[in-house]
């Protein structure tokens, strides 16, 4: 994509949507709540912090909208990552029944086992709107939910960043060998990929990143999109930025809790919690897409370099991505029971979505 093109683009889109606005799809019924139902108060763990406001505040439109609902008789607490436990352990706290939920990405858990990738988001899976209807549609939830009993926890959908970008890198991508010798901050399935295709992948914290590809201690580093990627800083370090993030193409953020807790809930709190956590997902890929074209459009202005992966890299990535995945299934039965239908259902996806919404969304990038 050219620098010039986009901020052309950009820039008339942008005027409409600050003419329009963003509303609230939402509408909320004035508190009904029968007399005698509870006061519950619950206590939320973050895996992020306050200042990823596109995140954390879908955990704060869940806590609100349930007061609203509920007359304040339902009440969620939230606290930010590292408060109660370090955002990596939320899933543990609410396994252990240390707090009653917790907002996070499955993903984060793979170390424990591989499977909880499929919550959130695997190498070249599916997009946000797949991955609505596979979870919603076609059985993803069930399954998850199988697996998740293991954990002692419900999930529920809590948002979605979309396609995320491929990172930041102090020097160009162009081929396979500009992979090796690679050190990239990158962790999970993915920085498994990347390790076999020859990169050295880091685990380094957020606050980390831009001190370290400064010094040079890292090569490149992956986080989010414009919006969250801006606020770091990291183009004046690592000035290209590349696109796709193939690792992360539709991760779903999910609200998990405790099985023990949940059942015990009224009916009512329950259905309040399954509205306002749907409302809650909604509005998470809204305005990632509201905000990271007017980001990107700023960080273009600041002389980033905007690039695509080449498709060498990207059918390497690929390859290599399905031999793990074999390889996982072959000895993982957890794995092997959702990759199978997962993998059967993005299929299907991707021959319906090249026929209509590739063909539109193709003619509609190409005009001006």
């Known amino acids: 994509m050219e620098r010039r093109s986009f901020l052309k683009k950009a820039s008339v889109g942008l005027a409409a949507g600050a003419a329009a606005g963003v509303a609230s799809t939402a509408a909320v ?24 406001d596109t995140l954390y505040g879908s955990a704060e439109l869940l806590a609100n909208r349930l007061r609203e609902i509920t007359g304040g008789k339902f009440d969620i607490r939230i606290f930010p990552a590292g408060e109660i436990v370090p955002g990596l352990q939320a899933l543990d706290a609410v396994q252990q029944g240390t707090v009653e939920m917790c907002h996070s990405c499955s993903y984060y858990y793979v170390g424990k086992d591989k499977t909880f990738a499929f919550g959130t988001a695997v190498p070249f899976g599916m997009n946000a709107r797949q991955m609505d209807a596979w979870i919603i549609g076609g059985g993803g939830q069930e399954l998850l939910d199988e697996f998740y009993g293991n954990y002692n926890v419900y999930s529920f959908l809590g948002g979605n960043t979309g396609v995320q970008m491929g990172g930041w890198y102090r020097k160009q991508i162009n081929t396979l060998e500009d992979i090796k010798g690679l050190k990239i901050r990158i962790a999970g399935i993915a920085g498994e990929i990347m390790s076999r295709m020859g990169a050295i992948p880091q685990q380094i914290a957020g606050s980390d990143i831009y001190p370290s590809l400064e010094k040079g201690t890292i090569d490149a580093a992956e986080w989010v999109a414009p919006y969250d990627d801006e606020k770091l ?113 993005r299929k299907s996806q991707n021959a319906w979505f090249s026929v209509a919404e590739a063909g539109f969304d193709r003619f509609m990038q190409s005009v001006r």
């Open 29 to 52: 019924a004035a508190p009904a709540v029968q007399t005698g139902l509870p006061e519950i108060k619950w206590r939320m763990t973050s895996s992020f912090p306050k200042s990823i």
């Open 233 to 345: 800083g990291f183009y004046k370090v690592a000035p290209h930025y590349y696109s796709p993030g193939w690792w992360e193409p539709g991760p779903v953020v999910h609200f998990y809790v405790n099985k023990a807790e949940w059942d015990k809930l009224p009916k009512e709190y329950q259905a309040a919690f399954r509205a306002a956590s749907r409302e809650a997902h909604i509005q998470m890929t809204a305005m990632y897409d509201h905000k990271n074209p007017q980001a990107l459009a700023r960080l273009l202005a600041q002389g980033v370099k905007l690039q695509n992966f080449s498709n060498d890299i990207m059918k390497k990535a690929f390859d290599i991505s399905r031999e793990l995945y074999a390889e996982e299934a072959a000895k993982n039965p957890a794995w092997a029971k959702i990759y199978t239908e997962f993998e059967k259902y």
